[in-house]
T-cell receptor, first 112, second 112 residues
Framework: GENVEQHPSTLSVQEGDSAVIKCTYS??????FPWYKQELGKRPQLIID?????GEKKDQRIAVTLNKTAKHFSLHITETQPEDSAVYFC???????????FGDGTTLTVKP | DAGITQSPRHKVTETGTPVTLRCHQT?????MYWYRQDPGHGLRLIHY???????DKGEVSDGYSVSRSKTEDFLLTLESATSSQTSVYFC???????????FGEGSRLTVL
């Protein structure tokens, strides 16, 4: 089955700095790579995703890049703000199969 | 919230007792999932369902069973709860052919 590794497990940045979280996956058949944000005590929610036919996607301060050859993808957050503090999860799946495998999560702390 | 509700939201039980968690959705989604979340382990898939009476095991299914007799309800049962099953359980649905997961609010289970 699919295996997803996520690094780092914790990340602390100063407000205004950039944050980068990286994930690798094992199954070359995976074609959908979402990122979820989970605030303390709340449910995970999708913040951005990318499909295998695209190399990069941006949405305001967040972006995701995908390297299918190397089987890794990354989340980039620019101009970080205290409200970006949360746990971020990457995942990989085959849309057709309907199952997602998650990384172990990254706790991001943005210091004011 | 994609019309997903979980019950109970909190439960404390004793080792060896049976426990059933309920996930209810109001939007007729075909795909439903049960994940557990533990510190350092991200979200791990327990069981999933592709439709009424159509279920399959995920990566951590031992000690759990599921049933889906109606489209709107997906039940997770712990036949004999153990302390290792203390966790937060999330139900999720996915919209067909998109891959995106929508999570319920979670059910915190403590097994003493």
């Amino acid at each position: 089955g699919e295996n997803v590794e996520q690094h780092p497990s914790t990340l602390s940045v100063q407000e205004g700095d950039s944050a980068v979280i990286k994930c690798t996956y094992s199954d070359s058949a995976s074609n959908y790579f979402p990122w979820y944000k989970q605030e303390l005590g709340k449910r995970p929610q999708l913040i951005i995703d990318i499909r295998s036919n695209v190399g990069e996607k941006k949405d305001q301060r967040i972006a995701v890049t995908l390297n299918k050859t190397a089987k890794h993808f990354s989340l980039h957050i620019t101009e970080t703000q205290p409200e970006d503090s949360a746990v971020y999860f990457c995942a990989a799946s085959m849309v057709e199969a309907g199952k997602s495998t998650f990384g172990d999560g990254t706790t991001l702390t943005v210091k004011p | 919230d994609a019309g997903i509700t979980q019950s109970p939201r909190h439960k404390v039980t004793e080792t060896g007792t049976p426990v059933t968690l309920r996930c209810h959705q109001t939007e007729n989604h075909r795909y439903m999932y049960w994940y557990r979340q533990d510190p350092g382990h991200g979200l791990r898939l327990i069981h999933y369902s592709y439709g009424v009476k159509d279920t399959d095991k995920g990566e951590v299914s031992d000690g759990y069973s599921v049933s889906r007799s109606k489209t709107e309800d997906f039940l997770l049962t712990l036949e004999s709860a153990t302390s290792s099953q203390t966790s937060v359980y999330f139900c999720a649905i996915s919209v067909a052919n998109t891959g995106e997961l929508f999570f319920g609010e979670g059910s915190r289970l403590t097994v003493l």
